[in-house]
């Protein structure tokens, strides 16, 4: 059983950065790759950016490719994304989720989900 809660959300003007982080709690926080999805007002949620256990291998939305940055340290059982240039299309309920399978973009093979926290980006 893993526990994800994030925080870091926020209001921020379009070009400014956040940093979210995703606290785990549990001892096989580094056996699971790790996730940041996101979920827009009417919208589906959509895949942001993977890290996989150990920190070695990284994959990003197309559309954040080059803006964000996913990171993890399992000794803090935490895993970040830096966002930079933010973009009011960035405005979003930010998701950490984590998954026992390996690296994935896919919704469904994530297992365990945190609640959430709001990005709003103004223009």
């Known amino acids: 059983q893993v526990q994800l809660v994030e925080s870091g959300g926020g209001l921020v003007q379009a070009g400014g950065s956040l940093r979210l982080s995703c606290a785990a709690s549990?001892?096989?926080?580094?056996?699971?790759?790790m996730g940041w999805l996101r979920q827009a007002p009417g919208k589906e949620r959509e895949f942001v950016a993977a890290?996989?256990?150990?920190?070695?291998?990284?994959y990003y939305a197309n559309s954040v490719k080059g803006r964000f940055t996913i990171s993890r340290d399992n000794a803090k059982n935490t895993v970040y994304l830096q966002m930079n240039s933010l973009k009011p299309e960035d405005t979003a309920v930010y998701y950490c989720?984590?998954?026992?399978?390996?690296?994935?973009?896919?919704?469904?093979?994530?297992?365990?989900w945190g609640q959430g926290t709001q990005v709003t980006v103004s223009s």
């Open positions: 890290i996989d256990w150990y920190g070695g291998n990284t």
């Open positions: 989720a984590a998954a026992n399978h390996g690296l994935t973009t896919r919704d469904s093979l994530y297992r365990y």
């Open positions: 549990g001892r096989t926080f580094s056996s699971y790759a």
